[in-house]
Structures are given as C-alpha cells and as structure tokens.
C-alpha cells in the first residue's frame, strides 16, 4: 500500500509539470480530449468579430435606464434614500439594464426563465437551463463523488439535459471537491440565502451556456483531488483544485450575476483557456487579494478570443489587485464601483485589449498606501511595448488622486465613433446608484425583488 501511495504521488507530480495541468484532470481520456476540441470549436463561435457593436448595445441600455430612473428620481425622492441609507427600505428601484428587466416584478418566482433574456454583455447568448425542468435542491450534503445523492447540488449540475435548479430553502453547502458542472445549466439562488462555503469551488470546464446567479461564495479551500464525477456518463481523477470561488476553462457562454464573494483560497472567479462569451455583472466582491485573472498562461495564444464583460460590479472593502488581470482577449469594464484596492485595480500582460467605461476608481487614502494611486498596471514588458496596446479609459471619476495610464493609439476613439462618440455608457457619477443592489440579493417570493 505504501508503495502504491508514493506511485500515486510521482504520478501527480508528473502531470502537474504537463501543459494541461492547469485542467486538474489526472488523464486526457477519449471523453476530455472530445470535449477540449468540442470546447474550441464553440469558442470560434462564439467570438465577436465586432466587439464594439456588443459594448455599443450595453452601453445603450445602460444610458437608458439611467434616464428612466433620473425621472423616477425627480417624483418621489427616491435618490436621497438611496444615497443615505446603506439598507434601502424604499419600494423596488432597479438601477441597470440587467436588473430592469426582472427584479420589480411580484411574480419573478413564477416566472423564473424570464432571467434568462435579461443577460448582456459578451455572456448575452447564456440561456443556462431555460425552458428545460425545473430541478429543487432540497439537500445540502455533498458526500459521495461518483454517485451523488437525488436533490443535492452536486446531482443536478452533473445531468446532461437543460436544468433550472433552484433551492426550496436557504442552506450552506460545503463542497468536499470541486463541484464540475454540465453545460445547460442555470443555477438561480433566489427565494433562498445559498451558501457556498468552506469548501471547494465550482468549476466550468469545456462547458457552454451556464448562468450562475444569487450564489454567496466565501473561504473556498483547494480539493485534494480523487475520483470525481462530472458527467451521468463520465468520471475521472482529478488532481489537487486550485481553490478558486469559480474556474471557467475552456467554455464558452457564461453568464455570472448578482453572486457575493470573499475569501477564496485562490480567485474569486478566474477564465483561463479559450473561454469566451463571459459576463460577469452586478457582483459584490470584497477581502481578497487576487480577484479575478483572465488568461492564464504568456503561451496560451487561444485567449486571444477571449471577451469578457465586466460590469455593474463593487470591488469593495479590502480588496487589493486583479479587477480583473487579463492575458490577451477583449475586455469591456463598464459602469463598476471601484471604493477599495491596495496595489491597483486593473492589469493585464500580452497585449490584452481593455475598454475602461464610466467606473468609479477611488483610490487608497493616504494613510494606506499612496503608492498605490495607479489603477493600472502592465506586467513584465518595458514600456516601449505596453504603449502599443489599447487600454483606454473613457468617461472614468477618478477620486482621492487615481489615474489611468492610457496606451495604444491616441486616435482610437475617433476611428471607433460606434465605440465612443455615438453612444455612451452611463455616467461615471451615478455608478454608487447603479450598483447599489450588487450582490446576492434577499429575494422574498410575492414580492418584488
């Protein structure tokens, strides 16, 4: 046995030197080497060739609400609420485009796929589980790896069929390894508090069309790996997990809202290899180092087709860097609330494209590090070649002595006028509204949420 012990571990020591380790899949069996190249496949389909017309079409919808509430705002009074009280007791008062299209109606519990159509931003084509079944999770243990109990996470997320899954109560789940979910899928926590804590993580991997939504994600440990189930038709062994709060790998059309996340071992939510068609929206983050890392390998060219949304996000108490840190790709950073970060808030290495749009960057006070006043930081390249890429801020409050060090031609947004000049994102001044609701939110069925 002891033998067979030190076998097992120069093996696991093998694989984690491989390209692929990454993956925390032990062996590429006939199933994964299927599903990697299916994974690709989706990602050239699902990249935008004109990702200006995606951030043009948020962009309008956001100026839009705006106004509409800037009128609501006139007639009631509502604003000064908002701005005093950090609990808003008022009647609902959704401040997005995303929120607008669901949350002030009584009846979403009824109607729950609505959700489903609300999504914008690169990640606008995530369905997850629309008009597929409804499945209830009425179980919060997560004890068996190859053969998961009926009505606990962990066996809805592994079906191979579309699936809603929602929880007939609120519940704490502690994950004993990672939790691998199936394509088609729409986790949706409201009506209930859904922990996911203590544990391991979730991770997507060459996976399509997910929606993730409602989730409190905190003190997410590393799993120490063993034979894991991912599939009704599939299980394998996997290595060591990383300990991020959720890992997107290799997939594509993902859709991350109103999740609350601390404390991970590692990320709050990392996309790494060829995913694409990401929108991550209306997140409260906070007490963590390294938030969010999109592209995770200088070899890894296929994140050139990496797009992803940032928006209508807090980035708040005691945060420090990575919001995001991206490696190739198009990323839009749009309307967030950056209160809180302790080295910068938005990085990035191997030329990645990042539009910065109407966020709020406040920078650390004096008294905690005024070294730290740049929002921006390049990583591992002089100068000379970082001013090549595009990195330009538009429309951003800067506060307390924040910059952004802009790069990339100087002429850019008069040659994008779709991208700039035509339609603007909401005004940075009114980003504490916008995402006054970021967030898990406390949704009561029969009412407004």
Not at 68 to 96: D, H, W
Not at 220 to 248: V, Y
Not at 320 to 344: E, L
């Amino acid at each position: 046995m002891k033998g067979a012990n030190v076998m097992i571990i120069l093996l696991v020591t093998i694989v984690s030197s491989l390209p692929w380790s990454e993956s925390h899949i032990l062996e590429y069996d006939e199933y994964w080497t299927k599903q990697s190249a299916q994974a690709w496949n989706r990602t050239l389909e699902s990249y935008e060739p004109n990702p200006a017309k995606i951030v043009s079409h948020l962009n309008f919808h956001a100026d839009r609400v705006l106004k509409e509430i800037k009128q609501e705002f006139a007639s009631n009074g509502t604003r000064r609420q908002l701005v005093r009280a950090n609990i808003y007791n008022g009647p609902c008062m959704a401040t997005n485009p995303m929120d607008r299209c669901w949350r002030c109606n009584p009846n979403w519990a009824n109607n729950r796929f609505r959700l489903a159509d609300c999504g914008l931003g690169f990640g606008h084509k995530a369905k997850g589980g629309k008009n597929g079944k409804i499945y209830v999770v009425n179980d919060s243990s997560d004890n068996d790896m190859l053969n998961p109990k009926v009505g606990t996470l962990r066996h809805a997320v592994i079906q191979k069929e579309p699936l809603w899954i929602i929880f007939d109560r609120s519940m704490v789940i502690r994950l004993n390894q990672e939790l691998i979910m199936e394509s088609d899928k729409t986790i949706d926590a409201r009506g209930a508090n859904v922990y996911i804590a203590h544990g391991a993580g979730i991770t997507i991997q060459f996976r399509k069309n997910i929606i993730i939504h409602g989730l409190r994600i905190h003190n997410i440990q590393r799993g120490s790996g063993g034979m894991i189930r991912d599939s009704t038709d599939h299980f394998g062994f996997r290595t060591q997990s990383d300990g991020d709060g959720i890992s997107i790998f290799g997939s594509q059309d993902i859709w991350i809202d109103h999740v609350s996340m601390t404390k991970c071992s590692d990320g709050l939510i990392d996309a790494i290899m060829g995913s694409t068609g990401i929108t991550i929206s209306n997140g409260h983050f906070t007490d963590h180092d390294e938030a969010m890392l999109f592209g995770a390998s200088d070899s890894h060219t296929q994140d050139e087709k990496m797009q992803i949304t940032v928006a209508f996000n807090h980035f708040g108490k005691r945060m420090v860097q990575r919001m995001p840190r991206c490696r190739f790709g198009y990323i839009h950073v749009v309307n967030n609330d950056y209160t809180h970060w302790n080295m910068y808030a938005i990085g990035g290495s191997m030329h990645p494209t990042i539009i910065s749009q109407g966020n709020r960057f406040i920078a650390p006070p004096e008294t905690t590090n005024r070294f730290a006043k740049e929002v921006t930081k390049r990583e591992y390249v002089p100068e000379s070649v970082w001013s090549k890429w595009t990195w330009r801020s538009q429309g951003d409050l800067f506060m307390r002595g924040a910059f952004f060090v802009q790069s990339g031609d100087p002429d850019y947004t008069s040659k994008h006028p779709e991208l700039y000049d035509l339609i603007q994102p909401a005004d940075a001044k009114h980003v504490e509204y916008i995402t006054k609701f970021a967030g898990s939110l406390n949704c009561k069925v029969g009412e407004a949420c």
